[in-house]
Nanobody, 125 residues
Framework: QVQLVESGGGLVQSGGSLRLSCAAS????????IGWFRQVPGKEREGIICISSISYSNKIYVYENAIEGPFTITSDSAKNTVYLQMNNLRPEDTAAYYCARRLRCSSSEDYYGDWGQGTQVTVSS
């Protein structure tokens, strides 16, 4: 059974950092892409960044221009876990963050079949 579990969210002051984890089980992380999405109440879930599988050289796609630079995504095959390092956080980064898997990266949530439960990130000003 495929399972994705996010962790690492919390409350942080503006300018601070958090590292989110997406721990995968039930399949080998190397075979699928992992995308990170975020959602604020009343808005659609939006894709922000994705890391491809090893088959696609772990290529990284950034879908949200505002995060390019402060946010980085890495994959640890030994731990079957993908990390989202978020630096220089701003209040507008406050959202529920989700990871999801798909064979190839896409910015659209419609193409991802397996999702984690989400982890809340709150950035205070």
């Amino acid at each position: 059974q495929v399972q994705l579990v996010e962790s690492g969210g919390g409350l942080v002051q503006s300018g601070g950092s958090l590292r989110l984890s997406c721990a995968a089980s039930g399949y080998a992380l190397d075979n699928h892409a992992i995308g990170w999405f975020r959602q604020v109440p009343g808005k659609e879930r939006e894709g922000i960044i994705c890391i491809s599988s090893i088959s696609y050289s772990n290529k990284i796609y950034v879908y949200e221009n505002a995060i390019e630079g402060p946010f980085t995504i890495t994959s640890d095959s030994a731990k079957n876990t993908v990390y989202l390092q978020m630096n220089n956080l701003r209040p507008e980064d406050t959202a529920a963050y989700y990871c999801a898997r798909r064979l190839r990266c896409s910015s659209s949530e419609d193409y991802y079949g397996d999702w984690g439960q989400g982890t809340q990130v709150t950035v205070s000003s």
